[in-house]
Structure formats: structure tokens, C-alpha cells
Nanobody, 125 residues
Framework: QLQLVESGGGLVQPGGSLRLSCTAS????????IGWFRQAPGKERRGVSC?????????YYADSVKGRSTITRDNAKNTFYLQVNKQRPEDTGVYYC?????????????????WGQGTLVTGSS
């Protein structure tokens, strides 16, 4: 059974970089959609970035992070990553990684079947 575990959350200085990892156990397919989502207090969970592993298409990014974010993966390590540069206050919240066999549009959370436990990213003043 596929299990996802996030890591890398913590305190990020304004303008700093956010780096998160998601390690999958039992990830035995290259035909998955992977995604990163953020949920701020009192707000809905929203997609930050996602990628179709089996596709040659470029990853997708939310408008709020375009130009300063990257999603990458290491299939050999069953791990995928999220980096967000130039941290802004609105980038804080609980980040979740998720995976599912093919799902489009991948920035929508409803179609994902597997979720990590979440990792909290906070900003300093």
C-alpha cells in the first residue's frame, strides 16, 4: 500500500526558500500524478504544483508561485520535492504531498487518492 511522508517544514524567513520532500513507500509505478498542496488556516486546500510522471509535459504551477517554484522527482529514490523561492507571507501553511494514478487537472485536490500527513511551514516577522 502506498504511503507518503512529507518533510522539510519549519520556519522560513521572508524572502527565503522553502524546500520540502515527499518520500513514497510502496511506490511501484511510474504512471502516477504527484502534487503539492497548501492549506492556510480557515482556507481550502489548494494546489501549488503537480506533475504527471509518465508525461513529457512540463509541470504545472499555481499562479501564486509561477516563476519562483519547482517540482522535481527522483524515481530511483521514490521521492519528489517542492522548492519555493522568495518566500512570501501567503506561502505559509500546512503543505501536503499527494499521489494518484493519472489525474487531470492535477492542481485540483479532489482526485488524489493518497496523501501525506502534512508538514507545517511558518513565516517569521
Amino acid at each position: 500500500q502506498l504511503q507518503l511522508v512529507e518533510s522539510g517544514g519549519g520556519l522560513v524567513q521572508p524572502g527565503g526558500s522553502l524546500r520540502l520532500s515527499c518520500t513514497a513507500s510502496g511506490f511501484n509505478s511510474y504512471y502516477y500524478t504527484i502534487g503539492w498542496f497548501r492549506q492556510a488556516p480557515g482556507k481550502e486546500r489548494r494546489g501549488v504544483s503537480c506533475s504527471l510522471i509518465s508525461s513529457d509535459e512540463a509541470p504545472y504551477y499555481a499562479d501564486s508561485v509561477k516563476g519562483r517554484s519547482t517540482i522535481t522527482r527522483d524515481n530511483a529514490k521514490n521521492t519528489f520535492y517542492l522548492q519555493v523561492n522568495k518566500q512570501r507571507p501567503e506561502d505559509t501553511g500546512v503543505y501536503y504531498c499527494a499521489a494518484v494514478e493519472y489525474y487531470d487537472p492535477c492542481l485540483g485536490p479532489a482526485g488524489y487518492g493518497e496523501w501525506g500527513q502534512g508538514t507545517l511551514v511558518t513565516g517569521s516577522s
